[in-house]
């Protein structure tokens, strides 16, 4: 239990740093489904070591995915409006969108 654990809090890490770090919308997306994956091994591994005789655990983590998949259409979306616009995808032209 204790190294898929360990794998769960590195890949949050990594991600959380990437997120907090990245300039460019890409990246902070790509960090943000490390942090995603980070969550799907924690769900996995807690349901087969404390209940071991259901499938919640997997249940949750089908759904991270399917939610992130939607987090990265929607995301690539605004990536693809912001750079159609402003012709580059750093997040300094976050700013241009408020209202």
Do not use: C
């Amino acid at each position: 239990m204790i190294p898929y654990l360990a794998l769960a809090a590195i890949l949050f890490s990594i991600g959380l740093f990437g997120v907090m770090t990245r300039r460019n919308t890409i990246g902070i997306l790509m960090s943000l489904e490390l942090m995603f994956n980070a969550a799907n091994i924690n769900f996995v591994t807690f349901n087969k070591y404390v209940v071991s005789d259901g499938l919640v655990g997997q249940i949750f983590a089908i759904f991270i995915v399917v939610i992130a998949a939607a987090e990265a259409v929607v995301g690539l979306a605004i990536v693809l409006l912001i750079y159609r616009n402003w012709k580059g995808i750093d997040t300094d032209h976050f700013t241009v969108m408020k209202w």
